[in-house]
């Protein structure tokens, strides 16, 4: 595929209903992250990276890299505490402003581009070594391909492509029990946006309950994989971890890395992450 001419060809963005609720959801929780986030071992000098990335992705000294959706900047920043140039993209304002004041706190090089990921071709030129994107990111983009083709264009040839989410399968479960798991949505994605308006409290604050709800959309490992590979990077390896990186279900329980698992009989018996590295011819 010759990727000039697939960028070229990137569809023009409007902000949809379903994002500009999505954009009011992290602007409001943008200050809660700020005060539950891992801030504390960033101020020390100490990256947040956690072991998995370390393991696949690692050393990142000297390279320059494109963080997409990078919220309140702790892990862009930590990528640059571990030596890489980095670039760091959110749509959210609030979550920018409290990246460059931690960046400024902390004294580290990092530039912020706001920008709906499907926006970007339009704010920043540049190829790049790794472009990067971890720890739930898919669930709130509405069309893959557009955004593989992105990807795609930010890496040099011979750069790198890293990806960390949420396993597919994971979401397709009731998220109020962990005693006997039901399954309670599909797997498979589809066009509307699934509507998340509940009184659950947020990821990362138990004690803080979101005002706005979220729409966010499903996608399947081959729905991935086929974008990435549809955009014309090769995979190098496709992971599946048992332990999840946030609390996602009531109970779940954190090992002394920080990851969670299901309490009891499911316990190291689902995917809960996936990792993926791709290249660029
Ligand atoms: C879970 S956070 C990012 C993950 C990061 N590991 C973290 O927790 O700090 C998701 C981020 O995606 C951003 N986001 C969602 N949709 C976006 C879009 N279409 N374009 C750019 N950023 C987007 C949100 O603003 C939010 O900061």
Redo the contacts with the bound molecule.
């Keep these: 595929m010759n990727q000039k001419n697939s960028s070229e060809r990137l569809p023009q963005n409007t902000l949809t209903d379903a994002?500009a609720q999505?954009?009011k959801f992290?602007d409001e929780v943008a200050p809660v992250h700020f005060k539950s986030?891992e801030i504390e071992p960033l101020r020390q000098g100490r990256s947040v990276i956690d072991s998995i990335q370390r393991k696949e992705l690692y050393p990142v000294a000297g390279k320059s890299l494109l963080h997409l959706?990078?919220?309140?900047g702790?892990?862009t920043l930590s990528l640059a505490l571990d030596g890489a140039r980095v670039t760091g993209?959110?749509?959210?304002t609030e979550?920018l402003k409290l990246a460059e004041q931690l960046r400024d706190e902390l004294g580290l090089e990092a530039r912020f581009v706001h920008?709906?990921?499907?926006d970007l071709p339009e704010k920043l030129t540049g190829e790049y070594d790794i472009v990067y994107s971890?720890?739930?990111?898919l669930c709130?983009?509405k069309d893959l391909d557009t955004w593989a083709r992105i990807v795609a264009k930010y890496l040099k040839s011979g750069g790198t492509f890293y990806l960390m989410d949420t396993h597919p399968l994971l979401p397709i479960f009731d998220d109020r029990r962990v005693d006997e798991l039901r399954v309670a949505h599909t797997c498979y994605h589809e066009k509307d946006a699934i509507i998340w308006d509940d009184d659950l409290p947020d990821y990362a604050d138990s004690q803080y309950i979101p005002k706005n709800h979220t729409c966010e959309w499903q996608w399947t490992l081959s729905d991935i994989i086929n974008a990435i590979t549809g955009a014309g990077l090769t995979v190098e390896f496709l992971n599946e971890h048992p332990r999840l990186y946030y609390a996602g279900f009531p109970g779940m329980v954190m090992d002394e890395e920080g990851w969670f698992d299901f309490p009891g009989k499911y316990a190291g018996m689902l995917p809960q992450t996936f990792s993926l590295k791709a290249r660029k011819p």
């Design positions: 994002e999505n954009l992290w986030y959706q990078c919220h309140i702790t892990d993209v959110d749509f959210s979550s920008a709906n990921v499907y971890t720890k739930g990111v709130w983009l």
